[in-house]
């Protein structure tokens, strides 16, 4: 195994393509490590991209904030731009693991790692966040949506991988929330959870939303559905019903030990419920 620190994206995606073997990406290490560890995988190639320039940079774009892909979870909570902007967003990344996890866990590698349940990647969905790839034919940007293609599988071609990941300026009146079920307190994998982000009017009516849930479904899910529920209305008991329905409907779980394929559908709904309550004070409404 080979270990390779190189200090641009260019040479990154250079070694990326060029090795034939299994490469993996050294960011704050939380799942490769542990997987190393326990022999689920041996890469022929592990490239760290903490040295690379402007990855662990936060800086502020279009009214938007770009957060380098070796942001940790803890440097991203300490911000009080992207937290003040997005504080949905920021929430699920700091549910992940403990103090030691968030000193180290990156947005980038949450996503890449691939997990139906991982905790930051429904924020950033329903953020409409995008990701900037670097690759061997250079850079390109694509939504997070896009990105997730199944346990342990997402749409980056040989070479590539996320340098940054940026998130938009919204309009006033407008807020976020996630809220994940687990049957512990903390240090455990959500079962169910969801994310919402709105947009108001003046009187409080949504204009715009998004919701989106994981862990009920082999990726991530942008529900249109629920979010068309909300349009146009303010979250009275008849709207989020509806909402709650349409975020069971759009449920796909597995079954396990941890939650059955009833209650995951049923939790999913409340979740967006209640996260859809929080988004909306957020944001500036009252309920
Ligand atoms: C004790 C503990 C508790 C945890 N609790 C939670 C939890 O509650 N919720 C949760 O969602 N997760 C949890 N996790 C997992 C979480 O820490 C990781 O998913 C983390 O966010 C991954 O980021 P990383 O920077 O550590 O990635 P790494 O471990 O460095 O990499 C993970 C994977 O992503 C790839 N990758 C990394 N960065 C990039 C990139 N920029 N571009 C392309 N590919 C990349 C790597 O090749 C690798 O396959 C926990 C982990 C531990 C050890």
Known sequence: MRYAK????AEAAGLLAAEPGVTRILAGGTDVMVQLKAGMVEPDLIVDIKHIKGLRDITPEAGGFRIGAA???????EHAGVRALWPGVVEGFELIGSTQVQGRATMAGNLCNGSPAADAVPGLVAAEAMARIAGPGGSRDCPVAD?????????????EFITSIFLPARPEWSGDAYLRFIPRTEMDIAVASAAVSLTLDAEGRVTAARVALGAVAPTVLLVGAAADCLIGRTPDAETLAAL??????????????RGTIAFRTEVAGVLARRATLIAYERAGGRT
């Open 6 to 9: 190189p200090e641009t994206a």
């Open 147 to 159: 990105l997730p293609q199944g346990p342990g599988r997402v749409a980056l071609g040989k070479g």
């Open 244 to 257: 709650a329905a349409a975020c069971s409907a759009a449920c796909n779980p597995i079954d396990d030990k």
């Open 71 to 77: 942001v940790s979870g803890a440097e991203l909570g």
